[in-house]
């Protein structure tokens, strides 16, 4: 298999922009901005938006249980766009969340897959949400993404374990983010439909990371990764069978030949390298590029540059 075949390997000429990885992430940051604006702006002579008297857009949107049942089912999905207009660091955190964490989990992914991700925790969420309201005493609408956000960290966790805040590793923030949940439960402050929905998406970033699942792979129509990559021309990736030699090319092995050492004669990749290579980048999609020792790097870099060669022309 060739490295141009697998679904985690993306390299183009947007690599040198550096918004060119994080246009799913923009897009987001860009419509929940706009959409707060015009919650604000839909206010009317009653005043700012509160909780009890939401804005014209808040109670479109929202996910108001009593409404969803009577036939509006936009909101298990809608409510993710819409922030509390009474509380601007609301529309804050989850900005400042996806500029910081979410383009990581972008980058891994792709945009495509990364909005499809986004987009399908967010169903999730409002089906759970429902669920559990219509059997406990839930009235409060659900306002805000923290489904999805709970999936996007959870599952940069799982890629990024060594990953810290200052001096608390990831995994700190996502224990106490859970135990805030549970401590809420406890003190009956927390909304149990709300604390379902962080759940839900925990849950599912598990399953996704854990069985490498791909939301594009489940739609029709050659929305996956693997069939979307034929429609983008790809130099052609061949293996050139080397006649044997008294040193074969077992030196890739070393960090001295993956660095910069010649690589079967020096014409092509040979079958040792890919099968090494393929090991790199499974590694890497698994457990994300820190978890790569200074060999694999090398062997990385290496296999990149040949590559790179190979699609220059001439």
């Not at 224990?175 to 927390?190: C, K, P």
């Not at 890739?252 to 993956?258: I, L």
């Amino acid at each position: 298999m060739g490295i141009y075949d697998r679904d985690y390997y993306r390299e183009d000429s947007r690599w040198h922009n550096p918004l060119a990885r994080s246009q799913g992430t923009v897009f987001l940051i860009l419509l929940y901005c706009f959409v707060f604006i015009a919650q604000i702006a839909s206010n009317d002579a009653r005043g700012p938006a509160v909780q009890d008297r939401p804005d014209e857009i808040t109670a479109t949107l929202q996910l108001d249980v009593k409404e969803t049942l009577k036939g509006e089912v936009w909101r298990i999905v809608s409510y993710a766009v819409i922030h509390q207009p009474w509380n601007i660091f609301h529309l804050v955190f989850t900005a400042v969340f996806l500029a910081w964490i979410g383009h990581q989990v972008e980058d891994l992914y792709g945009s495509k897959e990364y909005l499809a991700y986004f987009l399908l925790t967010t169903l999730f969420g409002g089906i759970v949400y429902t669920a559990v309201s219509m059997f406990t005493d839930v009235n409060h609408p659900l306002i805000g993404p923290s489904g999805a956000v709970t999936s996007i960290l959870v599952l940069f966790a799982l890629h990024y374990p060594a990953w810290r805040f200052f001096y608390f590793p990831i995994w700190v923030i996502v224990v106490v983010y859970a135990f805030t949940d549970i401590a809420g439960l406890a003190g009956g402050t927390a909304n149990p439909a709300a604390v379902a929905v962080h759940l839900t998406g925990a849950a599912f970033a598990f399953l996704y990371h854990t069985y490498t699942l791909r939301v594009l792979n489940w739609l029709p129509g050659g929305w996956g990764s693997s069939r979307a990559a034929k429609r983008q021309p790809r130099p052609k990736l061949r293996v050139k069978q080397e006649k044997p030699q008294p040193e074969p090319a077992a030196a890739v092995t070393t960090a001295g030949s993956a660095a910069g050492g010649p690589i079967a004669g020096g014409s092509g990749v040979d079958e040792h390298l890919e099968a090494k290579l393929d090991e790199v980048l499974q590694k890497v999609a698994k457990f994300g590029k820190e978890s790569l020792t200074d060999t694999e790097r090398e062997i990385l870099l290496k296999a990149s540059e040949i590559y790179k060669k190979r699609r220059r022309p001439g």
